[in-house]
């Protein structure tokens, strides 16, 4: 196109004017998210079958994870939405220093939730709290603790919680009892929703760095002014993104860390 | 269909300068990165077109190292373990580097801009990006199959896979996962672009029924597609960290796995199906100059069989201890799925009807087509019949059933495509006996191949098992040696297509006379396809109104222009189909 106004700049080839390239866009990024709702809904539905078969289980692994990070993380997350719909005010109204301090807020934002996540991860490992072999000798040792303490004296046993204590509580609530019967909680299968957190958390962990990604992406063609007021959906359809992958963190914060209730069994 | 009006009003102007005569989007431009590095829908259809034709030849190969195999009793060549390796790489390739991105792939790229008046897709260089995707993808899986290879058949059911398989599954896991995004970014890509980008005038009721094929197909891709890539991760982290969800020592149900593959792998059989059933629209009213009989039975039999295509997935595990009742409700719901599909070929019969049928080779492809799918339909049926289904699954009755369609159908579809729209991407005309022979050949072949089958099935042969009691060896040999006979089949296109490129004469904008705004550019197209705005103003298959009559408002450039008999001589409808026959020229 040869003539240099915001519009031809903006305006791509083969769409035939601004208004039907935008909502090409946004469709786009629409079917792109129903995608991802479907990419995620197979593990949703995995976990739906396996928490109906395994309530106890996933109950009581639900317990032991850090609840004061999600929830922190809870909040920065949404913060972030927040801040991205503001950015999408600025770059309509052409306010390219607006756009890029609110793009970099909410990468900020982001940022602080893989930061926690990081660290929750890495205190998750520290207590062994991982399924597989790990999990097995760490549990094993926390039974042979337990084994000479009478069956009585471990009754009335004060529920810790908190997952630093995962093995204890574990070790404590099947002493003395046959496997499978009854009020035992399997091991195997708290193993299971481990799996479910982790690679739910993990994957979702994945989200967030792309669109962090997407964001430094906006943030440099603001800087070197490839978003005009008329180009303003680029920032639109990053910000749609960005809300799909904070409301799934919105489902997976209740059903991984609020299906048990705390501080009892 | 269509008359093309210059000079219309339009927000942004025509290109500035009109083309260069003799230009078109091959030449344009040349040069490894000038096709390395294009977004021209036309040029990615192409680099499709040569990708999934190399890995029909290596799926073939391994096609024909299994069927050789089975030649004697005991496996006539190949180890047990080989054997396992042999079958998966033939059903991994076929399935995901060929089958689902063949006509989506390099039809849909190539067709859906111009058949509904656009100059591109919506996102061109998102189109690139799923080539290149396609291709990593591919290489992951190529890597996987070569070293070490893959034993699970391409199902990949855990827990063999993911615990006790000593073959390389995770590459060819991730591969497979991969290329689902390259089939994601197509779908996407198509789906925006029909909604957003039709010329003035192509309405929902207008559009060719391969774009509504095409439509149905795009949202089988975007709905399903994510399922089973999520599920391969799922399976991926199973294996590599020795713990995960399928897992039965934690409490995990490999059934679930099977539900999981079969939400996708069922619509995706549709996936390879649905496009090629746009295809047989497309030719089949063009070789018997008729409007399609029932045209919005037809599109929206494709919308059918996308939504209920979903409804359908545990057929496949009727003996793998899903309830009584929902096997029963599988069952039926299976049956439902096979109406949208007869609703079609009761169509196109009737289309048939009373047309002026002509018998070049797009329509004996076509023809071949009709006969083999209804085939591979009907003995679905027998499938999804649970009672009989409890005999005849896993044995060769499903082997057969698969082929019909897939093989019988969409391969044929596909062949009808290509001898179709050869013309048209490539400006040459290739050769009229060469094409009729290798359609004869080929149907003809199929038959030795796949027939036997199915009385192989019936009498209780398990499919993926290297030997058999002697008993059943006449059929294997049969089928082998039809086998052989498909292969010469096959290979004939490949020489004579590529020897037309050479050698073969100039095609016209419009050789088969047909109706679809995609021939009423040269041949080839040029770079943004219409020089000016195209307006649709009735149907796509507006035969009895004649091409001529409608208007062709193109100026093509001299040497170019149309030669077409039946336009010159001002004659329309069927007279046109059969002047045009003396334009292939052998
Ligand atoms: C017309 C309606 C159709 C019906 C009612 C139908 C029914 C079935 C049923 C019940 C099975 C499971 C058999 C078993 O494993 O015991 C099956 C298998 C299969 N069908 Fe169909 N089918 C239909 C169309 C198609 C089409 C159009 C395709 C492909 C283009 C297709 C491809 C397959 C494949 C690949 C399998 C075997 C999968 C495997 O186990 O590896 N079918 N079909
Ligand atoms: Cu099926």
Known sequence: ?265 | MSIVIGDTPRTAPPPPEPAVPGRNYINETSGFWSWALTVDHKRIGILYLVSITAFFLVGGIAAGLVRANLLTPNGAILTEDQYNKAFTAHGVVMLFLFLIPSIPAVFGNFLVPLMIGAKDLAFPKLNLASWYVFMIGAAFMVWGLLAGGIDTGWTLYPPYSSRYSHSSVAPGVFGVFITGFSSIMTGLNIMVTIHKMRAPGMTWGRLPLFIWAMYATSFIQLLGTPVVAITLVLLLVERLAGVGIFDPSIGGDPVLYQHLFWFYSHPAVYIMIVPGMGVISEVLTCFSRKNIFGYKAVAWSSVGIAVVGFLVWAHHMFVAGISYYSALLFSFLTMLVAVPSAIKVFNWVATLYRGSITFQAPMMFTLAFLVLFTVGGVTGLFLATMGTDIHLHDTYFVVAHFHFVMVGGMVLAYLAGIHFWWPKMTGRMYSDFWSKTSATVIFVGFFFTFVPQFVLGYHGMPRRYPNYPEEFQVYNVLSTAGASILGVGYLMPAVYLTLSLFYGPKASANPWSATGLEWQVPSPPTVFNFEYLPITVCGPYEYAIGVDQMGRGLPEPPGMSDDNPASRLGLSGPAGAQAKETEVVG
């Open chain 1, 1 to 265: 196109m040869s003539a240099s106004t915001h519009h031809d700049t903006v305006l791509k080839h083969h769409f035939d004017n601004l208004e039907q390239q935008r909502s090409a866009e946004r469709l786009g990024m629409w079917f792109f998210l129903v995608t991802e709702v479907l990419f995620f809904s197979g593990m949703f539905v995995a976990y739906t079958v396996y928490r109906n078969w395994y309530p106890g289980e996933f109950a009581f692994a639900s317990q032991h994870l850090i609840l004061w990070i999600a929830g922190l993380n809870t909040g920065l997350l949404i913060t972030s939405s927040l801040t991205m719909t503001l950015a999408i005010r600025s770059a309509q109204l052409g306010d390219t220093a607006g756009l890029i301090r609110r793009l970099l807020i909410t990468f900020a934002l982001g940022a602080g939730f893989m930061g926690f996540k990081a660290f929750e991860y890495s205190t998750d490992y520290h207590e062994k709290f991982v399924p597989g072999e790990m999990f097995r000798t760490e549990y094993d040792s926390a039974v042979k603790e337990l084994a000479p303490v009478s069956a009585a004296a471990v009754k009335d046993y004060k529920f810790t919680g908190g997952q630093e204590h995962w093995s204890q509580d574990l070790a404590k609530i099947n002493h003395g009892k046959t496997p499978g019967s009854e009020g035992t909680v399997s091991p195997e299968r708290v193993q299971l929703f481990l799996c479910f957190y982790y690679i739910m958390t993990a994957i979702h962990g994945v989200h967030i760095v792309v669109g962090l990604g997407c964001i430094l992406w906006l943030v440099c063609e603001a800087y070197r002014g490839a978003v005009p007021a008329a180009g303003y959906s680029k920032v639109e359809v990053v910000s749609l993104y960005w809300h799909l992958v904070d409301m799934i963190w919105l489902f997976l914060m209740p059903l991984l860390y609020l299906i048990g209730s705390r501080g009892g069994h």
